[in-house]
């Protein structure tokens, strides 16, 4: 059985079982009453509350200090990987794009060596196929790094960092075709690195780095 217990002069009050709390207000002598799950121990012929309710505010406290202890860590783990706004973190765009740009170079070299067709309508279709696939491969590798290494484990955040990317190479295609270069740039590389950008997200959330 539980009670409701006078702090001034120890007086008890039976609860229902169940019940935390009554319809009294104060104790006949004007105490203030708590709440005790248990009778506590007499001395001197009257029942002591002190004690234990003493220990049950000991508890209360501990519990909130926990609370916010776990809170304000939450927030310092969270502080740890600062981001600009929309979590965007550059360090990796950047890395991703300057992987983008190598790979692509490198890739031309490879295929063409040092035979480089100064006019694009002498290239043939099976090397500009080729070189399509590749650069696709490589936007979705590059979107992939790019989020891996915002160290997010969110896949919007992904989508964000890794479409960067994309957006950033449309930018630069833009400046050196046009408008029309641009917003196609964006459109189709910014797709291809958000893509890769969600895939960056899974080894982080599979191992939980």
């Not at 004690?51 to 609370?67: A, C, G, M, Q």
Request: aromatic content about 12%; hydrophobic content about 40%.
């Amino acid at each position: 059985m539980s009670y409701l217990i006078c702090q001034g002069c120890g007086k008890h009050y039976p609860l229902p079982e169940g019940e935390t709390s009554f319809n009294y207000q104060n104790c006949s002598c004007g105490g203030k009453l708590r709440y005790s799950p248990k009778a506590t121990k007499q001395i001197n012929g009257k029942w002591n509350p002190l004690p234990y309710v003493n220990e049950i505010e000991d508890k209360e406290e501990s519990i909130v200090k926990i609370e916010s202890d776990e809170i304000k860590s939450a927030d310092e783990k969270e502080s740890t990987h600062p981001t600009l706004k929309g979590g965007i973190k550059w360090k990796g765009v950047f890395v991703g794009l300057l992987f983008l740009f190598v790979s692509l170079i490198a890739s031309v070299i490879v295929m063409f060596g040092t035979n480089l067709p100064s006019d694009p309508t002498n290239i043939p279709f099976s090397y500009l196929y080729s070189f399509s696939i590749i650069t696709i491969i490589l936007t979705v590798a590059a979107g992939s790094i790019s989020a891996y290494l915002s160290g997010s484990k969110r896949y919007r955040e992904g989508a964000i960092n890794g479409s960067m990317v994309g957006l950033l190479l449309g930018l630069i295609l833009g400046l050196a075709g046009g408008f029309v270069v641009f917003i196609s740039g964006t459109l189709v590389f910014g797709f291809l690195s958000m893509a890769g950008g969600i895939i960056g997200i899974f080894p982080r959330k599979l191992f939980k780095k």
